[in-house]
């Protein structure tokens, strides 16, 4: 199975830059997602990596490194509407099932 | 439009009862997965199902049941077996085939569950 460890909580203002980390421990790594959870909501879909270095979209961008089993997602231009818990998630190939494992979440709040 | 429906949205039982959360898919999508949200926990796999009259233990199956008779219906059962049911229970799909190959899960808005 997969170990998965990412902050339980930050705190950042708006308009401002940031970083959440999350690692993970696999032996069939086959990519890293993450989603977005508002309070009481579905989760969606933000970003996937299965390659190392940066995936960017919009104010999101998302980084992997596969020898460091390490992963960011990088929020720019912070809005209050991204308070909400990020969810780190990763698909590992071994049994065949690709299912993917989520991480605890951060919650990220975001203040004027 | 396409998506997940879950129901009922709010569910109180008392404790002895089984309860039945529904989960109807429109996005023909093959499988579908169940998963519990407990506060500081993230997700946690339920059951899934790649395919139709099929389903698989997840990895706290104790306590639950489920059926996959139609595409579109994966019905989740929690048993007065299971110990602690009260949390926030999220249906999936796997479509959205992404250009990389991943799939990408779609999720319903889930189902609260409180146990009196």
């Known amino acids: 199975g997969q170990n998965i460890d990412q902050p339980t909580e930050m705190t950042a203002t708006e308009g401002a830059i940031v970083q959440i980390n999350c690692t993970y421990q696999?032996?069939?790594?086959?990519?890293l997602f993450w989603y977005q959870q508002h309070a009481g909501e579905a989760p969606t879909f933000l970003s996937y990596?299965?390659?190392?270095g940066l995936e960017e979209k919009g104010r999101f961008s998302s980084f992997l490194s596969r020898s460091k089993g390490y992963s960011y997602l990088l929020l720019k231009e912070l809005q209050m509407k991204d308070s909400a818990s990020y969810l780190c998630?990763?698909?590992?190939?071994?049994?065949?099932?690709?299912?993917?494992?989520f991480g605890r979440g951060t919650s990220l709040i975001v203040h004027p | 439009d396409g998506g997940i429906t879950q129901s009922p949205k709010y569910l109180f039982r008392k404790e002895g009862q089984n309860v039945t959360l529904s989960c109807e898919q429109n996005?023909?999508?093959?499988?579908m997965y169940w998963y519990r949200q407990d506060p500081g926990q993230g997700l946690r796999l339920i059951y899934y199902?790649?395919?139709?009259?099929?389903?698989q233990k997840g990895d706290i199956a104790e306590g639950y049941s489920v059926s996959r008779e139609k595409k579109e219906s994966f019905p989740l059962t929690v048993t007065s077996a299971q110990k602690n049911p009260t949390a926030f229970y999220l249906c999936?799909?796997?479509?959205?085939?992404?250009?990389?190959?991943?799939?990408?899960?779609?999720f319903g808005a889930g189902s609260r569950l409180t146990v009196l």
């Open positions: 999936a799909s796997k479509g959205s085939q992404l250009r990389s190959g991943a799939n990408v899960l779609t």
């Open positions: 696999t032996s069939g790594f086959n990519g």
């Open positions: 990596n299965v390659l190392d």
């Open positions: 998630a990763v698909r590992d190939q071994t049994g065949g099932s690709y299912i993917p494992t």
């Open positions: 996005l023909n999508h093959d499988a």
């Open positions: 199902s790649q395919i139709v009259n099929d389903f």
